[in-house]
Antibody, heavy 122, light 108 residues
Framework: EVQLVESGGVVVQPGGSLRLSCAAS????????LHWVRQPPGKGLEWVSL????????FYADSVKGRFTISRDNSRNSLYLQMSSLSAEDTAVYYC???????????????WGQGTLVTVSS | EIVMTQSPATLSVSPGERATLSCRAS??????LAWYQQKPGQAPRLLIY???TRATGIPARFSGSGSGTEFTLTISSLQSEDIAVYYC??????????FGQGTKLEIK
């Protein structure tokens, strides 16, 4: 059974930094592109970032470019999102999601984690 | 960036009736269109991909159609457990992957 379990969401002050983690199991981790998607409270879904199966390609939404860094540790079956210069607009539930096709970029997301809440507030 | 626009924002349908949700892309996405269902307090769940292919375990009452810029998600006979917010997403032209703003499906 595929499982994605996010952690690391807390209350952080504006301007602060935070690292989110996503622990994966139930599939061959280093075969798949992974994403972070966020959802502000009561609002819709916003794609944040992706990293290819081997970590060689990364992409970001304009809203987080230069502030967030996505990474993965294939030896630990883990995905990360390093977040800095946080503002209230970054308050959201952050989901990790897996693409459906192996060794591929640009596919639907077939599994999602349960999400972790990041609140940016003083 | 491709903008995805969903309509209506809220849809009220009686149990057993048909629900039709629409999604429009600002430029062609071919058939690289997915639909997700999100129930309160839960993560999104993949329903449809490739515009018309049901994901594993999705009931046959859910169907998708369309290509290019116009897409439709149809629930043939609404069940109480279908109450959720539904999002379309394009994965043809990225980054960014873009989602519609969602359609909230309610029981009439």
């Amino acid at each position: 059974e595929v499982q994605l379990v996010e952690s690391g969401g807390v209350v952080v002050q504006p301007g602060g930094s935070l690292r989110l983690s996503c622990a994966a199991s139930g599939f061959t981790f280093d075969d798949y592109t992974l994403h972070w998607v966020r959802q502000p409270p009561g609002k819709g879904l916003e794609w944040v970032s992706l990293i290819s199966w081997d970590g060689g390609s990364t992409f970001y939404a304009d809203s987080v470019k230069g502030r967030f860094t996505i990474s993965r540790d294939n030896s630990r079956n883990s995905l990360y999102l390093q977040m800095s210069s946080l503002s209230a607009e970054d308050t959201a539930v952050y989901y990790c999601a897996k693409e459906s096709s192996s060794w591929y970029l640009g596919d639907r997301f077939d599994y999602w984690g349960q999400g972790t809440l990041v609140t940016v507030s003083s | 960036e491709i903008v995805m626009t969903q309509s209506p924002a809220t849809l009220s349908v009686s149990p057993g009736e048909r629900a039709t949700l629409s999604c429009r892309a600002s430029q062609s996405v071919g058939s690289s269109l997915a639909w997700y269902q999100q129930k309160p307090g839960q993560a999104p769940r993949l329903l449809i991909y490739g515009a018309s292919t049901r994901a594993t375990g999705i009931p046959a009452r859910f169907s998708g159609s369309g290509s290019g810029t116009e897409f439709t998600l149809t629930i043939s006979s609404l069940q109480s457990e279908d109450i959720a917010v539904y999002y379309c997403q394009q994965y043809n032209n990225w980054p960014p992957y873009t989602f519609g703003q969602g359609t909230k499906l309610e029981i009439k």
